[in-house]
């Protein structure tokens, strides 16, 4: 059986483990979302940022180059003036020396002889700077000036260096063959203002060209090694936003800006799980919430439940004494709600059934007793009536003889019938009952009915009820030797069998049919003709009287054989004179 | 009350075990993982190495990337064998998680290897290998591959009938022994009818190798061809062929690609230079081992592979990347 209590408990822990549940999900993937969006923004700023600080190199470069471009000399040199050669490496090294992210600048001639920032360096014999990619498209650009992708410098003899490479034309008065100027930038600046920006633990900027080469990385080595791989064709689709990307596994956020001044594209990477970096956080907050509406729940649904269950069980475990004949047990009411009603009545019904059983025991109490006294006298008026009938036609035939003996014999009957109050009297005492009775019978039927009445010695004492014998032998009589021929027989005997008073009435008249001998007793049965139930009223009535008095286990028990006659054993307590109490309140407690 | 208890018992215990989840959720992430002890004993620590200066960029990448501060060690010299033994001798008394070796030869480090692995040391060895199997993971170019690459080349280059001399650097290190093998065999495939005149031991210097080679050019009229195995023995066999101004005459091909040897390359010197990937070995020495340590299983032997360079393909986008690490823009 599952109490109220738990079936409570686990509907209301479900319920809110479900709405905690739900609620949990929705708000924490609403709130997910916008971090992921305010991330995503933020980052797009900073890209921004980054491009725009790369614009603005790129285009302060562009007027440096201008400077060198429209410079006098210059275009002097470049239209073949040596003599002012000097001026313009001073020049270069001038502007060189101020900037320490130009590695190289270099202005070629016409016919490609050089003029270094630094007089030391010398042109590497084994280049040939026309075939050079920064060459060709400067000539192509017709002088507007281009940015190389991440490139290895090797056009000074003895140096190798990653660069970036501006060159633009410098127009000569030979058309068709202008000069060209070179300034390589090292990453020092662009690494300054990606460096500048995090974007998160792990996330990186890197910047690709519009021909997809790759410009600035991190991890530029580990991508040329091919130990590291980049998604520049994905990057290269667009042009600018943000794609998610799936970086074996690990989903990561391309946002793509591009620069104005260069074509390049710059890409901030953040990694997904650290773009939602309080994701944890926002997780174990919500972990934590969940777990304390849950537990409060819990804690109310507790105090709840056992409000409404404690009362229930209380009536419940007092239902329980009552149904255990406990009729003294009462709720004590301290609720005022339904249970506290319920309880009420529950009490006033109790106190109900006790003042129904209190009236209850006191009707059974005074039925028994007048039952009692019925029973006891039933007997009188119409043995009364015959006998002073007999007593009338003995004094009329002047047998005066048999009228004194008979009327002695009616007066000690009555005597003994009618001594009020004590239902026990001494076994003695209802043994004259009956003989008298036998007297007054054996001289009404003429010596033709025979009696002999046996006792025990030291029988005398005890105590019977009375007028139990003389029912029993006068239903010997009148239905025993009286439907017999010629002269019957009554024995009487009265002795003790353990703790058992024992009288035995035996006659030999004509017996029991054996159908009949089991309906005597049987206080139901209603069916058999009027003789038979005239004739059990008065045997049912000593049983019965017995067993109200001594309760069952004592009364009445007939042995017969049809022709030969009837046994009838009278059984009660053996009780000595003056001891009766203890007989009779277990005749009470029966009777509950 | 007992009533009580038992009818809360399932409630209760669900709580508990939701607390439980949460707990072991949060220790789990507050956990960190811990920081491994890790030495790399490479065979030269001269700056002026720059193949040995090109793993340990590939070394820092790596450990910058996992967060992770390796020791470097090492001898000055690669010929001093007899102090790498000492060195990683003391490597081990130091007892690190992990060990990362280039050995200087292939018997002499042995039985230190296997001592290591006794102690528990996870050992990956990268560049040249050891007789012993102590290690759990061999990163390395395969350089009898990638002596033959260079074989097939000067083969090619001397015609079928062309006598050839081979300038090795250290006699018992794996390295030489395999490139000399390779060398073999993919000269004698290209040129059936050629000769390897024999082979030099330079110690790993660039005088010996110098004096090897200028002897040869000297006293070998019928010489036409010159291979070196590695990045100091090619310096000092193109500067004698440039000192005997025999750059037209003779071809070469060479080993690795310091500034210098591209220079030589550039200038025809040098017909071409088997390039390995020094910074890979690097990097992928302490991924390597990182794994092992982490109990993941790791590959026996990586290749990080080799590619032959020559004037034509210089300055190719790829080759750029793998001749001139991106680490020494500066």
Same mark, same amino acid.
């Given at each position: ?53 790369? #614009?603005? &190199?790129? +285009? ?7 400077? *060198? /471009?429209?410079?006098?000399? %210059?275009?002097? =040199? $470049? ?53 050079? #990619?920064? &060459?060709? +498209? ?7 000036? *281009? /940015?190389?992708?991440?490139? %290895?410098?090797? =056009? $000074? ?436 | ?330």
């Amino acid at each position: 059986m599952r109490s109220i209590q738990s079936a409570m408990l686990m509907a209301f822990s479900g319920l809110v483990l479900l709405t905690v549940l739900i609620m949990g999900v929705v708000s924490y993937t609403l709130a997910e979302d916008a971090l992921a969006q305010t991330a995503r923004d933020y980052t797009g700023q900073l890209i921004g940022q980054v491009t725009q600080g790369i #614009d603005t &190199y790129i +285009d302060h470069m562009q007027d440096i180059s201008e400077v *060198v /471009v429209r410079n006098s000399d %210059v275009t002097a =040199v $470049v239209s073949g003036n040596d003599s002012v050669r000097g001026d313009v490496g001073a020049l270069l090294s001038s502007i060189q020396q101020t900037r320490d992210d130009i590695s190289l600048m270099v202005v070629l001639d016409a016919d490609d002889e050089p003029v270094f920032h630094d007089e030391s360096l010398s042109l590497n014999p084994a280049v040939e700077p026309a075939q050079q #990619d920064w &060459y060709r +498209d400067a000539v192509e650009a017709k002088g507007r000036s *281009v /940015v190389s992708s991440a490139r %290895v410098q090797n =056009v $000074v003899l003895d140096r190798y260096a990653w660069v970036l490479t501006l060159s633009r034309t410098i127009d000569s008065d030979t058309p068709n063959s202008p000069g060209v100027f070179l300034v390589d930038l090292n990453f020092r600046v662009i690494e300054e203002l990606v460096q500048r920006v995090e974007l998160g633990r792990r996330g990186y900027i890197f910047i690709v060209d519009d021909r997809g080469g790759l410009v600035f990385h991190p991890q530029q080595q580990l991508i040329y090694s091919n130990l590291r791989e980049e998604r520049i064709a994905e990057v290269m689709d667009i042009e600018r936003g943000s794609i998610r990307v799936d970086g074996d596994g690990t989903p990561m956020l391309y946002t793509v800006a591009r620069s104005e001044a260069t074509g390049w594209r710059i890409v901030g990477v953040n990694y997904v799980d650290e773009l939602l970096y309080n994701r944890t956080a926002l997780q174990r907050y919500y972990a934590l919430w969940g777990l304390v509406c849950f537990a409060a729940v819990i804690l109310v649904s507790v105090l709840i439940a056992s409000q409404i269950s404690r009362p229930l069980r209380a009536l419940s475990e007092s239902m329980a004494a009552v149904e255990q004949g406990d009729f003294t047990s009462r709720l004590e009411n301290r609720w005022h709600n339904e249970i506290g009603e319920l309880a009420h009545d529950f009490n006033l019904m109790l106190d109900t059934i006790a003042d129904l059983m209190r009236e209850n025991e006191r009707e059974q109490e005074a039925k028994r007793i007048s039952e009692l006294k019925a029973l006891q006298h039933q007997i009188t008026p119409h043995f009364l009536y015959n006998t002073l009938d007999s007593i009338i036609w003995m004094a009329d035939g002047r047998e005066f003889e048999d009228v004194i003996e008979m009327t002695s014999a009616l007066a000690r009957l009555l005597r003994l019938s009618i001594r009020q109050g004590d239902e026990l009297v001494s076994v003695e005492d209802e043994v004259e009952h009956v003989t008298s009775y036998l007297r007054i019978q054996s001289i009404r039927y003429r010596e033709s009915l025979k009696y002999d009445v046996e006792m025990e010695p030291g029988m005398a004492s005890f105590r019977s009820l009375k007028v139990i014998l003389q029912p029993i032998v006068e239903n010997a009589i009148y239905h025993g030797l009286r439907e017999r021929a010629g002269s019957g027989s009554v024995q009487i005997r009265c002795f003790r069998e353990g703790e058992c008073l024992v009288f035995e009435v035996v006659d030999d008249g004509v017996g029991i049919d054996e159908e009949i001998l089991p309906m005597l007793l049987d206080y139901s049965n209603t069916a058999h003709n009027t003789d038979d139930r005239e004739r059990s009223v008065g045997v049912r009535n000593v049983d019965e009287r017995i067993r109200l008095y001594f309760g069952g286990g004592f009364g009445l028990s007939f042995e017969s054989k049809p022709g030969y006659g009837t046994r009838v054993r009278i059984t009660q307590p053996l009780i000595p004179v003056g001891e009766e109490i203890a007989a009779h309140s277990s005749t009470k407690g029966h009777m509950r | 009350m007992t009533r009580t208890i038992k009818h809360l018992s399932p409630v209760v215990g669900l709580l508990l075990l939701v607390a439980a989840v949460v707990t072991g959720v949060f220790a789990v992430q507050f956990s960190g993982e811990r920081e491994y002890e890790i030495v790399v004993v490479l065979k030269s620590t001269n700056p002026e190495m720059e193949f040995w200066e090109i793993v340990g960029a590939g070394i820092e990448t790596a450990a910058r990337e996992y967060d992770m501060s390796p020791e470097i060690v090492g001898p000055w010299l690669e010929k001093d064998i007899d102090d790498q033994i000492r060195i990683f001798n003391d490597v081990i008394e130091q007892r690190p998680d992990g060990v990362i070796l280039a050995a200087s030869d292939y018997e002499a480090l042995s039985p230190l290897a296997d001592e290591a692995r006794d102690r528990g040391i996870e050992l990956v060895t990268i560049d040249s290998g050891l007789r012993s199997d102590a290690a759990s993971s061999f990163i390395a170019t395969d350089n009898l591959r990638a002596g033959r690459k260079a074989g097939q080349r000067i083969g090619e280059l001397v015609g079928e009938s062309g006598n050839i001399a081979l300038i090795s650097h250290i006699r018992e290190v794996a390295t030489a022994i395999d490139r000399e093998e390779g060398v073999r065999e993919g000269f004698e495939a290209v040129s059936p009818e050629g000769t390897i005149l024999g082979t030099y031991y330079t110690d790993n210097e660039i005088e010996i190798a110098y004096g090897h080679a200028m002897y040869l050019l000297e006293n070998e009229p019928d010489l036409s061809g010159l291979v070196a195995t590695n990045e100091l023995t090619t310096i000092g066999v193109a500067r004698a062929i440039v000192d005997a101004g025999m750059s037209d005459s003779v071809h070469f091909v060479g080993f690795d690609h310091s500034k210098e040897e591209i220079t030589l390359l550039e200038q025809s010197v040098i017909d071409a230079l088997v390039v390995q990937k020094p910074f890979n070995m690097g990097y992928l020495g302490i991924t390597t081992l990182r794994s092992a340590l982490a109990g993941e299983t790791v590959p026996e032997f990586v290749d990080t592979g080799s590619v032959i360079v020559d004037r034509d393909n210089l300055y190719t986008a790829e080759n750029q990347r793998l001749l001139f690490p991106f680490t020494d823009r500066q």
